[in-house]
């Protein structure tokens, strides 16, 4: 029994409430009753792997399969990891607390590219050969990613028996049916991985071999064994009425969002040319206005969550946000629950919009203009112009709030210094602005700009485009610097070794991997938490393979290049991404997939029009 | 309005819930129970749930003191138990909802049972007689004002039992604790590893009751 293993260790970490599990919510089955078991591994500490939506999904969505049980693992933090190790305890989960080596999957969620180290780590820690051909031909445990950075997982692919494309609702229980009948037949892991191959949204990566061009780029990839040269991705046709959790495991401890959640829509009408998530999670798709209410309802009612979050890219977008706030706000006020929205959008931000929810606290408001000018965000496609910024923010402040928030990215494709300044002119005309109203709330304004580092994604009309380099990164920082003028105005970033990390790993093929292996074997993990992370050891690394981070990082790919990822359809086309980004560079913009289709090929695979006629114009 | 107190386990896995998470832990609690529950009046109205005698992470109890109201007047004390009990996770369990007797200022003492696991068996039930026999027991205790004082908790420390079992000793005891001054058992236990040279692999603490200056049950 590790339990008591484990709890003598407890009182020697921090928040040990994390590695015990026996939550509400949490689901225990008896091991006898169970045909496949599910290790759900988030590849980061709790708080923030509770906090993931998606995780819930899954874990509900499993579950309510009697036979099939599906538990919560998440990376231990260094603390409790030091000791683990020293107590011989592997890696468990967190309902049963047996080991997750005796699982029949382990499947990860990479939600970042910075997790990826800890995906290693996690195997490690579970006692897992690291790499997939080493794991003989048992057929468990089969170790399975997925997730929106597994649209290029071939950084991962060594490393992984499956990766799982797109959605997993539905591939998720298709695949463990099919693990479940052959375990039963005896299978080898080799002949049930060549029979997932068959199953749509399941990429082998062992089935594929890489051949490489003289000049490094990749030349093409070769399937094996009858797997599909083109692997596409899973969608859920009918969002409105795919599963969604009733419950969830409400945590012990305060994490980072500690919340009923409803996903109100997904995919994204708008099409910036940066956001990687606008296009992998094409095409958009709505839940009713009651529906949404019904399970909002439903989850506050069953985890007495005393706060409610309407989740999508973008919940300002959905044709009936007016129906949904109606439905749901004499609800909450009733029951003191606190309704947040995150993800609106300057341009169709309301007065009235503002009223509802204002009805219930919010502290202060966050936008996004992402450029400085109106040029650039030409060139990106954030439709949303100065007078709409100003106007949102002049709403935001004579409804009281005196905290704005702005997210801005640097090093976008064709920026100049013109473009830096202009972040700065433009917090610098909100807080003028603040102090132009007459009925400005009390006190002083709070202008805070947060400025990431652009990280040129797949699947994106960027994705050709190199990232800037180092030093550039630093000299527009410091110009950014130079050009605040107030003290109302705070600005902040992510190290830019961070974001160059993030691109490698985001572009990076199978040659990555080994990078990783060296990386991890090094140290590095927990790699996007600042007082973990190590650049020399990441550089080290890349030295070690003789990979050069450039070439990765920050070479212009030429729009006939084979990526690593050409051989996954995410319904995108990649002529579509060149024709944007041709667009981007003279300057123009494309409009919203509502106000007219702009193309990319999504409608024609996902099977149908985007929009049902009945759904209203914006 | 209706003011309610419940006695309650915390055991098992719920045992590492925090003191802070506690009020959290039971306003969600009640909203699954669907038992509306007085809200303060102020300006940021917040649920009112009251826990007099805070209870150290890691330890276990069989009697937990809550206090709280509720606004339906005309809900009985055993329906509010049988509500709650239905959407507690395992490890916490409500054993008795009643209307408060006594006043939080009345609590004076803990008991508590102690289960040692000491694998090189150092800390036996000789060793403890031994530590309880000498004149004083000085440890440094923190102060209101963050500084540490010696204090000697040797007359404060009252031992009912002690004895030897297959994993180490087993030792149950008393402690001042309260709105007074208040004893917490790990120092006692602190200043016997000390004092055996030898740490307990693993202390098991149990709160078993708490009482007044009497020595009455706290109700």
Known sequence: MLREKIEPLLLKVQKPSRYIGGEHGSIMKNKEDIDVRFAFCFPDSYDIGMSHLGMKILYSLINSRENYWCERVFAPWTDFEELMVENDIPLYALESLDPVKDFDFIGFTMQYELSYTNLLNMLHLAGVPLYAKDR????????????????????????????????GEEVTLEMMDLYDKMKKQGATRQEFLREAAKIEGLYIPSLYTVEYNEDGTIGRYVPHDGAPPVIRKRIIKDFDKVFYPDCFVVPFSDIVHNRASVEVLRGCIRGCRFCQAGFIYRPFREKKASTVADQAKCLCENTGYEELSLLSLSTSDHSDIDGILNELMEYTENEHINMTLPSLRVDNFSEELLEKIKKVRTSGLTFAPEAGTQRLRDVINKNVSEEEIMSTCRIAFEGGYTKVKLYFMMGLPTETDEDIIGIADTAQRIVDLFYSLPDRPKGSVSVSISVATFVPKPFTPFEFEPQISREEIKRRQQLLVDSIKSKKIKASWHDPEISILEEVLAKGDRRIGRVMYEAWKSGCKFDSWGECFDFKKWEAAFEKCG???????????????????????????KEFLARENKKAKQNLTTPHCRLKCSGCGVNIKAGGECFEKTSCEI | MKKLRARFEKKDRARYISHLDLYRFMQRTFRRARISVWYTQGFNPHLYIMFPLPLSLGYESECEIMDFNINDDDLSAEEVMERLNAVLPQGVRINEVYEPVMKHTEIAYSCYDIELTSPDRVLCSEKFAEFMNQETIVIQKKTKQKTMKDVDIKPFADIKEYHDTDKGMFISMSMPSGSGASYNPSLLLSAFYKFAGSEAEYAAVTRTAVLTEKGEDFR
């Open chain 1, 136 to 167: 003989g031909e048992s057929l468990a445990p089969i170790v399975i990613a997925g997730g929106p950075c597994v649209c290029n997982p071939e950084p991962l692919a060594e490393f992984c028996d499956i990766i799982s494309l797109g959605e």
């Open chain 1, 547 to 573: 990979v050069d981070i450039a070439f990765y990082a920050n070479r212009e790919r030429a729009y006939d290049e084979v990526f690593p990822w050409d051989h996954l359809d995410y319904f995108v086309s």
